[in-house]
Each structure stands twice: as C-alpha cells, then as structure tokens.
C-alpha cells in the first residue's frame, strides 16, 4: 500500500530516469565480456529471473503464459497458412518453451543459441523433438539453411553493429518472424544503441526497429500479427516476406 502511494507521489519523470540508469549499469557489468560470456552469465546469475529448481531461464517473455500463449497461437497459424511445413531456424532459442510448442508445425528445426551449457541441455531435455539444436553466435557466425527465420525478443539485447552484421544473412529466408519489445510511446525514437547484455532498450524510451535507420531493412512485405501489451512497454510479432 506504502510502495502505491508513494508511486503516485513520484514524479514519472524520475522514475524513468532511474530506470535508464538501473538498464544502462546491468550492461555495463559486461563491458569486457565475449557474447557468449555475457550471456552464459545472464543465466548463470539469474539476471531475468527464474528460480533455484531452474536451471535455465530466458525470463518472463519466453514464459509468461499472458505473453507466449498470443504468440505461440499467431505463429501457429502463419506456419500452417504456408503450403507445407517448413524448416525453421530458431535464432536465440533460449530454454525453447516457446519452440517446443511450434515444432509440430514445422518439417525440419534448428534451434540455435549463443550459451553452450543451455544448448546441451536442451539436447537432452528435447531429445525427443527431433530438433537440430547448435551452439551459434547469430551476429559472427554463417546461419543454418531454412525457409523461415525466428527471432525472438533477441535483437533488444544486441547492439546496433551486431544487428547490422545480422540482417544481410536473413536475405536467403523466404520469411523472417521476428519479435521486438518496444516503448509504448507513439513518438518513441526507434533504435537508440546500446551494449550488448541483457539489458533492453525500452527503459532507455525506444526499441528495436529494423525498418527505421541505421537498419532500413527492406522487405517484399510485412504484417503485424501478433501484439502483447506488458506493464512496460509492448511486445509486437511481425512476418517479413524477404523472398518469393
């Protein structure tokens, strides 16, 4: 009751430049660490939460039934519009409970992440998936062959120049998914830069959008179709067509 009160006391003002402060000193921590290092950290730590008998957690996004379930549903419904089962390819799979849920509705799926220890686990714990899971660095390495691309609520945690090295190894998909947590202010300036970490850019008042410069990403079309709108900010799906 204290903590309301003294919120509506608070001028919002400051509470948004204390939350740019607390984003902006998480990934400071990491300055002089590899990718892979920072991450394996994150979940090391327990930076996006979880608890003691998890062993891994890619935070409230990838578990938060309020938000995977609308995902999980749109992305379902895209894949089986597509006249057959495609391969995927999962960059930033996470601990994949959002891709053990779309495997059925693809033919073939590689799940890729940047942490080793998270990928040998998910061997094992989806053994029985039938998924190609690879250790990857999606900004540094060549990516896997496949017909349609996910990236989810990945690109927020990677800087402007990692993105950039991403985006011309997309062109060989036909479709990209590709989900981004952003301000929820209309007049919000898109991709403001940051550190890689696992920091996003939405305390900071913006979001990754990958048709707004530097990106100017061009695509044969895009389509919403799928938006979740959280406390902080909102989580939008959208279907790039990027080859016939």
Known sequence: MIKQILKTLVPRSWIERRNRRLAAGIDRQFKAKTPAEIFEAVYRRRIWGGSEAQDFYSGEGSNDPGVVGPYVEAVAEFLSSLPRPPRVVDLGCGDFNVGSQLRSYCSEYVACDIVQSLIERNRVKFSELDVDFRVLDIASDPLPNGDVVF??????????????????????????????????????????????????????????????????????????????????????????????
């Not at 950039?164 to 990209?176: E, I, S, Y």
């Not at 991709?191 to 100017?216: E, M, Q, Y």
């Not at 902080?232 to 790039?240: A, D, H, K, P």
Request: aromatic share 6%.
């Open 151 to 244: 990236i989810r609520q990945v690109l927020q945690h990677m800087s402007n120049a990692q993105i950039q090295a991403l985006l011309p190894k997309l062109r060989p998909f036909r479709w990209a998914v590709i989900t981004e947590h952003t301000s929820s202010d209309p007049g919000f300036v898109p991709n403001v830069d940051k550190p890689p970490g696992p920091g996003i850019r939405v305390p900071h008042g913006s979001g990754v959008v990958l048709g707004a410069p530097p990106f100017n990403l061009v695509a044969r079309s895009e389509r919403e179709i799928c938006v979740v709108h959280c406390p902080i900010g909102t989580i939008r799906t959208l279907v790039y067509q990027l080859a016939d």
